[in-house]
């Protein structure tokens, strides 16, 4: 009997797993990410053992360079198309050989060699002012001066080490394209469908928390779980859609808008039904109804004499779902819209916009970012080599990631302690795991090659568990190679500290960022013609007045998307990418809002009525709170649950819904609970 139960509690335990891979990555992005690189790097380094065994010995620097070009080839490279990838690719490899070259010809002048080092980190940094591509290919110069500085090769070893590049660019490119391809329109589609699913999961959720009557400690923190693997999913789907060629999302009617509007409303809807149900749940039925679609089902639940008489708790929770089954409703007409469909079927990516020139004015951020970097690597350098003559290249390392791409001075220190912490478990974990291992090649190579794939696969979710499993395959190949020694590590541990806080003394001295004048221009546009649009409602003027109001309110949408990119800019190999693109995607949904607001308004036959004015008014303190904090929005760090835990009730019906989502929308920048907890 137990027997037989067996094979049930496996297929069971399987399904948890898979579900819970799929309620946090469901389009598998990151684990194809994981398997590019991890492949990538296999692929290569069998190719030169049997390039060494067959043919020519190789040296050293000709498997270092293939690895770490294999990972900055399977996470810098973002270009859309193949060949724009191979392109860069290309650019990279050679951008490769230059410094390895520049590396080994320098050798024997150390200081000059050193100082050169800093020139190419700048080089390195600068390029991003080009884009992705130059953030790429600046990337691919930066690890090989590294590796060739770190290697030491002879002029002599520089055909033979030319190997490694070459075989990660042709590698990485095949397999990127063959076997595990970007598709945009395949990831999209299963996307969506994975939002609807969390959906579907919540209202199960509640349906039988609602039968059973009883609502524990433990039900509420898996609630706000299953709320956050909502979000991933949302962020998820937003960062799929195709966007216009400066990265932004179209404005106006356009069918991309419509579904980006119609997955965060939906967002916002579940939000709301999770926070009014911890108040006081709604009747199974009416959770079965809306799970089903069935709108005139809960409609006819929800004006039931009973429910409608019911405690106010309970009559916003009813709200909260109607207002579910109505944005999931709109959800599936604009994913199901005959354009929309056009577009996934034939639609390609938008054309490539306009080529800008590159602005290397001190106004420009990234041109200060530069010079931080520069400055944070020089400062790690000195104090490395007062430690290491062999290996302060560490403390350099880590100087340029973990000050490469922070937006604020708090960034650069929550980086540089993930990485300190991260790297410091990982030493204690990877040593007693190569002392395990000592004498077992095959396991140690299967070990090391699965920490490569959780490495990259965890790269956009922890910066700490990406230290923490590069550090455990640092110490496997150690153990390989015969070198593993407890100074060693170390000495580690001990150089990536200096480099830690080298980023964190220059964030915090040298040109600090902390203000962002452009957005906060730009943003104060924006503010100002939604508040002209909302007076505009409340003095009852005409039609055409309002159509204006709401295409200058759209301008500076736009205005606000180019301002605020900056700020946004991925060229890390760290960061996880959203947070300016979530706290746009709320001024566009605002926007989006605040023109249906006019639009119902002007077809309204009763304009003015006690719940539209109560809604105008809720609009306008909400935009005088936000506005009043200008662009802290952008750079804000609230915690991930205080949005949950301060959503406005749901929205009224009519005009007044446009302006309640306006005011619940804007309410989202500043929840009250993070203000609370700021304050403390």
């Given at each position: 009997m137990?027997?037989s139960?067996l094979p049930?509690?496996?297929a069971?335990m399987?399904?948890?797993?898979v579900?819970?891979?799929?309620?946090?990555?469901?389009?598998?992005?990151?684990v194809?990410m994981g398997a590019r690189?991890?492949?990538?790097i296999?692929?290569s380094?069998?190719?030169?053992?049997?390039?060494?065994?067959?043919f020519?010995p190789?040296?050293s620097?000709s498997?270092?360079?293939?690895?770490?070009?294999?990972?900055?080839?399977g996470?810098?490279?973002k270009?859309?198309t193949?060949?724009?990838?191979?392109?860069?690719r290309l650019?990279?490899?050679?951008?490769?050989l230059?410094?390895?070259?520049?590396?080994?010809?320098l050798?024997p002048?150390?200081?000059v060699?050193?100082?050169?080092?800093l020139?190419v980190?700048f080089?390195?940094?600068?390029?991003?002012?080009?884009?992705?591509?130059?953030?790429?290919?600046?990337?691919?110069?930066?690890i090989?001066?590294?590796i060739?500085?770190y290697?030491?090769?002879?002029?002599?070893?520089l055909p033979?080490?030319?190997?490694?590049?070459?075989?990660?660019?042709?590698?990485?490119?095949?397999i990127?394209?063959?076997?595990?391809?970007d598709?945009?329109?395949?990831?999209?589609?299963?996307?969506?469908?994975?939002?609807?699913h969390?959906?579907?999961?919540?209202?199960l959720?509640?349906?039988?928390?609602?039968?059973?009557?009883?609502l524990?400690?433990?039900d509420?923190?898996e609630?706000?779980q299953?709320?956050?693997?909502?979000?991933?999913?949302?962020?998820?789907?937003?960062?799929?859609?195709?966007?216009?060629?400066?990265?932004?999302?179209?404005?106006g009617?356009?069918?991309?808008?419509?579904?980006?509007?119609?997955i965060?409303?939906?967002?916002?809807?579940?939000?709301?039904?999770?926070?009014?149900s911890?108040?006081?749940l709604?009747?199974a039925?009416?959770?079965?109804?809306?799970?089903n679609?069935?709108?005139t089902?809960?409609r006819?639940?929800?004006?039931?004499?009973?429910?409608?008489?019911?405690?106010e708790?309970?009559?916003q929770?009813?709200?909260?779902?109607?207002?579910l089954?109505?944005?999931?409703s709109?959800l599936?007409?604009?994913?199901?819209?005959?354009?929309?469909?056009?577009l996934?079927a034939?639609?390609g990516?938008?054309?490539?916009?306009?080529?800008?020139?590159?602005?290397?004015s001190?106004?420009n951020?990234l041109?200060?970012?530069?010079?931080?970097i520069?400055?944070?690597?020089?400062?790690?350098m000195?104090?490395?080599?007062?430690?290491?003559?062999?290996?302060?290249?560490?403390?350099?390392l880590?100087a340029?990631?973990?000050?490469?791409n922070?937006?604020?001075?708090?960034d650069?220190a929550?980086r540089?302690?993930?990485?300190?912490?991260g790297?410091?478990?990982?030493v204690?974990?990877?040593?007693a795991l190569?002392?395990?291992?000592?004498?077992?090649?095959?396991?140690?190579?299967?070990?090391?090659?699965?920490c490569?794939f959780?490495?990259?696969y965890f790269?956009?979710v922890?910066?700490?568990?990406?230290?923490?499993?590069?550090t455990?395959?640092?110490?496997?190949?150690?153990?390989?190679?015969g070198?593993?020694?407890f100074?060693?590590?170390?000495?580690?541990?001990e150089?990536?500290?200096?480099?830690s806080?080298?980023?964190?003394?220059?964030?915090?001295?040298?040109f600090p960022s902390?203000?962002r004048?452009?957005?906060?221009?730009?943003?104060a546009?924006?503010?100002d013609?939604?508040?002209?649009?909302l007076?505009?409602?409340?003095?009852?003027?005409?039609?055409?007045?309002?159509?204006?109001?709401?295409?200058?309110?759209?301008?500076?949408?736009?205005d606000?998307?180019?301002?605020a990119?900056p700020?946004g800019s991925?060229?890390?190999?760290?960061t996880r990418?959203?947070?300016?693109?979530q706290?746009?995607a709320?001024?566009?949904?605002?926007s989006y809002w605040?023109?249906?607001l006019a639009?119902?308004?002007?077809?309204?036959e009763?304009?003015?009525?006690?719940e539209v004015r109560?809604?105008?008014?809720?609009?306008r303190?909400?935009?005088e709170k936000?506005?009043a904090r200008?662009a802290?929005?952008?750079?804000?760090?609230?915690p991930?649950h205080?949005a949950?835990g301060?959503n406005?009730?749901?929205p009224?019906?009519?005009?007044?819904?446009g302006?309640?989502m306006v005011?619940?929308?804007?309410t989202?920048?500043?929840?009250?609970?993070a203000?609370?907890?700021?304050?403390?």
């Amino acid at each position: 009997m137990v027997t037989s139960r067996l094979p049930r509690m496996a297929a069971a335990m399987v399904a948890k797993m898979v579900d819970r891979l799929l309620a946090h990555d469901p389009a598998l992005s990151r684990v194809k990410m994981g398997a590019r690189v991890t492949l990538t790097i296999l692929a290569s380094i069998i190719t030169l053992i049997a390039v060494h065994l067959a043919f020519v010995p190789l040296p050293s620097i000709s498997y270092a360079l293939a690895i770490v070009l294999s990972i900055e080839g399977g996470v810098a490279v973002k270009d859309k198309t193949p060949g724009e990838q191979l392109t860069t690719r290309l650019m990279g490899c050679a951008a490769s050989l230059f410094c390895i070259t520049l590396a080994a010809a320098l050798e024997p002048y150390r200081l000059v060699a050193d100082l050169t080092f800093l020139g190419v980190i700048f080089a390195a940094s600068l390029a991003r002012v080009f884009g992705a591509r130059g953030f790429a290919v600046g990337m691919f110069a930066f690890i090989s001066y590294f590796i060739g500085a770190y290697l030491r090769p002879t002029l002599t070893e520089l055909p033979l080490a030319a190997l490694g590049p070459l075989f990660a660019v042709a590698f990485g490119h095949l397999i990127r394209k063959y076997l595990l391809v970007d598709d945009w329109r395949r990831d999209l589609a299963k996307t969506l469908r994975a939002i609807q699913h969390r959906v579907s999961d919540i209202l199960l959720r509640l349906a039988r928390l609602s039968r059973s009557g009883a609502l524990t400690d433990k039900d509420r923190l898996e609630l706000r779980q299953m709320e956050e693997q909502l979000k991933d999913v949302v962020l998820m789907a937003e960062g799929l859609l195709p966007r216009n060629a400066d990265g932004s999302l179209p404005s106006g009617d356009n069918p991309v808008t419509a579904v980006s509007i119609a997955i965060f409303d939906l967002h916002l809807a579940a939000e709301s039904v999770i926070v009014q149900s911890l108040g006081a749940l709604a009747p199974a039925s009416l959770f079965d109804a809306v799970l089903n679609g069935d709108a005139t089902a809960a409609r006819k639940i929800a004006d039931d004499q009973d429910v409608a008489s019911g405690d106010e708790r309970a009559k916003q929770s009813v709200h909260a779902l109607l207002w579910l089954q109505r944005a999931s409703s709109a959800l599936n007409e604009a994913a199901n819209d005959r354009s929309f469909l056009q577009l996934m079927a034939f639609g390609g990516l938008p054309p490539a916009g306009p080529s800008t020139k590159p602005d290397f004015s001190w106004k420009n951020p990234l041109v200060r970012a530069a010079v931080q970097i520069t400055i944070a690597s020089g400062i790690a350098m000195i104090f490395g080599l007062l430690l290491s003559r062999d290996r302060w290249f560490w403390a350099v390392l880590t100087a340029f990631l973990v000050f490469n791409n922070t937006r604020s001075r708090g960034d650069a220190a929550l980086r540089a302690v993930q990485r300190s912490v991260g790297t410091l478990i990982g030493v204690a974990i990877g040593l007693a795991l190569a002392t395990l291992l000592t004498g077992h090649m095959a396991a140690t190579v299967m070990l090391a090659a699965v920490c490569v794939f959780l490495a990259f696969y965890f790269l956009q979710v922890s910066y700490a568990l990406l230290s923490f499993f590069v550090t455990i395959v640092l110490c496997l190949v150690y153990g390989l190679i015969g070198q593993l020694t407890f100074e060693v590590l170390l000495l580690r541990l001990e150089e990536t500290v200096i480099g830690s806080v080298a980023g964190m003394f220059v964030a915090f001295v040298i040109f600090p960022s902390s203000t962002r004048s452009t957005v906060e221009l730009a943003l104060a546009r924006w503010y100002d013609a939604l508040g002209q649009l909302l007076d505009a409602v409340s003095s009852g003027e005409g039609r055409y007045r309002l159509i204006e109001l709401s295409n200058r309110l759209d301008e500076a949408y736009r205005d606000l998307t180019v301002a605020a990119r900056p700020l946004g800019s991925a060229w890390s190999l760290v960061t996880r990418p959203g947070p300016i693109r979530q706290t746009l995607a709320v001024f566009l949904a605002s926007s989006y809002w605040a023109r249906i607001l006019a639009r119902d308004f002007a077809n309204a036959e009763s304009q003015d009525t006690p719940e539209v004015r109560r809604a105008i008014d809720g609009a306008r303190r909400a935009l005088e709170k936000a506005a009043a904090r200008g662009a802290e929005c952008f750079s804000s760090r609230t915690p991930r649950h205080a949005a949950v835990g301060t959503n406005p009730a749901a929205p009224g019906q009519g005009v007044a819904h446009g302006a309640d989502m306006v005011a619940n929308l804007l309410t989202r920048l500043y929840p009250a609970a993070a203000d609370k907890q700021k304050s403390q």
